[in-house]
């Protein structure tokens, strides 16, 4: 399996587990110029921009690790360029990451932490 396989199959299933615990999921790899974003979701009323680290190995250390602050600074900038075009700048904004391991071809351990970082 390629790592762009992995990757898409760590999104669907936080996708999914967002689904599972009330989020709305509105977009899925949102595009702008600095970037995209993995999954942008709405939990009541507040925006959650949600980073997915998929790791099969601890190897490359843990998913949590790859949200590096210079990432952390491109997903805030992702997060302005998205309220811009949806019109929603004064919304209440969340930065979530999702650590994603899996364990066989249908099951994957998740890690869900909330508001991982502020902007």
């Excluded at 190995?57 to 302005?80: D, N």
């Excluded at 650590?99 to 932490?113: E, G, M, N, T, Y």
């Amino acid at each position: 399996m390629t790592r762009a396989e992995i990757a898409r199959r760590g999104e669907d299933a936080a996708a999914a587990y967002l689904d599972r615990i009330g989020l709305t999921v509105v977009e899925r790899n949102w595009r702008c110029q600095s970037g995209e974003a993995d999954i942008i979701a709405l939990d009541s009323t507040t925006l959650v921009i949600v980073e997915v680290k998929t790791r099969r190995t601890p190897g490359a250390g843990t998913p949590e690790e790859a949200v590096s602050p210079t990432k952390q600074r491109r997903l805030i900038r992702i997060a302005r360029h998205y309220l811009a075009h949806a019109g929603l700048e004064d919304a209440d904004v969340r930065f979530d990451v999702i650590a994603v391991r899996p364990i066989s071809d249908d099951r994957a351990l998740l890690r869900h932490h909330r508001a991982a970082f502020t902007a």
